[in-house]
């Protein structure tokens, strides 16, 4: 549950900030990366599908591995997803990469004639600075 209410709040306070820096008015549905490894129940899609309020009722699952997905291994591919049809929304894209800056889904979205697709990843961040007097 700690994972899910960060996202909550991150998305409730920012998500208007992430649509007007992307130049779009809003953003219509929310969608998470598919794991390629076979695993069918993902926290991250759980949490944004049914226990995130501000993302559950436009979370839709449009992608899907494709059978050779796993033997792609770290390899860009525009093959490595199928997307559901999905024309003109605005879709925020949340994956659960750490550092790897995967850029496979959004590749093949971003030529499909949809509309902007935006990427929410977690990120190590440097410890904080000590405050001097």
Do not use: K
């Not at 953003?27 to 759980?46: E, W």
């Not at 949340?94 to 850029?103: A, F, L, M, R, S």
């Amino acid at each position: 549950m700690g994972l899910a209410a960060v996202l909550w709040r991150f998305l409730a306070d920012h998500e208007p900030c992430i649509a007007a820096h992307s130049a779009v008015p809003r953003l219509d549905t929310v969608t998470t990366v598919p794991s390629t490894s076979g695993r069918t129940d993902h926290p991250l899609r759980t949490m944004a599908a049914s226990m995130v309020g501000v993302t559950r009722d436009r979370y839709q699952y449009l992608l899907t591995p494709t059978p050779q997905a796993a033997d792609l291994g770290r390899a860009a591919s525009a093959t490595r997803y199928e997307s559901t049809g999905l024309w003109g929304d605005n879709v925020l894209l949340i994956e659960d990469t750490w550092t790897t800056g995967n850029q496979r889904p959004v590749r093949g979205r971003r030529t499909e004639g949809r509309g902007r697709t935006l990427r929410g990843r977690r990120r190590a961040r440097p410890p904080p600075q000590p405050l001097v007097p």
